[in-house]
């Protein structure tokens, strides 16, 4: 049986407007990994549980959804999520974000090239929705430090 390479944790709750795309962006990246996508749902009063229950239909094997009842909060979602990665890696989307093409395969390439590395991370876009456009700005810094990186606000 092949390892699970990477679990993508996603929390959620009351995003049904942006968790398909969510979805759709890490089911879309190219690679040849095995995975699987941890969703957190937490108790939404939107339509977000039945549409993850769409993509658990469509991808049995790969998503695996957490349904809280009763809600467990940001923090207590998130650990739980965490807590049941399988993955040899842990990527993270919250479930009104989306990844690019190529961050997968770019991600785990560069993990498995530097096994003396414990973590990576990219910056991110952001879209402005008012504008429908992206800002100009990338968030994130570039840190190589751990401490630093858990210290420095961006």
Same mark, same amino acid.
């Given at each position: 049986?092949?390892?699970?390479?990477?679990?993508?944790?996603?929390?959620?709750?009351?995003?049904?407007?942006?968790?398909?795309?969510?979805?759709?962006?890490? %089911? &879309?990246?190219?690679?040849?990994?095995?995975?699987?996508?941890?969703?957190?749902?937490?108790?939404?009063?939107?339509?977000?549980?039945?549409?993850?229950?769409?993509?658990?239909?469509?991808?049995?094997?790969?998503?695996?959804? %957490?349904?809280? &009842?009763?809600?467990?909060? %940001?923090?207590?979602?998130?650990?739980?999520?965490?807590?049941?990665?399988?993955?040899?890696?842990?990527?993270?989307?919250?479930?009104?974000?989306?990844?690019?093409?190529?961050?997968?395969?770019?991600?785990?390439?560069?993990?498995?090239?530097?096994?003396?590395?414990?973590?990576?991370?990219?910056?991110?876009?952001?879209?402005?929705?008012?504008?429908?456009?992206?800002?100009?700005?990338?968030?994130?810094?570039?840190?190589?430090?751990?401490?630093?990186? %858990?210290?420095?606000? &961006?």
């Amino acid at each position: 049986m092949q390892e699970i390479m990477f679990s993508v944790a996603v929390i959620t709750y009351n995003q049904e407007m942006y968790i398909s795309q969510t979805l759709d962006s890490i %089911l &879309n990246q190219q690679h040849d990994y095995k995975y699987e996508i941890v969703i957190g749902e937490d108790c939404s009063t939107d339509k977000t549980k039945q549409i993850i229950e769409e993509y658990v239909a469509k991808y049995p094997e790969i998503i695996k959804p %957490l349904y809280n &009842n009763p809600n467990k909060g %940001l923090i207590n979602n998130y650990f739980n999520v965490i807590a049941h990665c399988q993955g040899k890696y842990i990527m993270e989307c919250a479930g009104d974000d989306y990844w690019l093409p190529g961050k997968v395969k770019k991600q785990i390439e560069f993990m498995e090239s530097s096994p003396n590395i414990g973590m990576c991370y990219t910056k991110a876009k952001f879209w402005n929705e008012n504008k429908q456009k992206y800002e100009k700005k990338l968030f994130g810094a570039d840190i190589e430090s751990f401490d630093k990186l %858990l210290t420095t606000g &961006n």
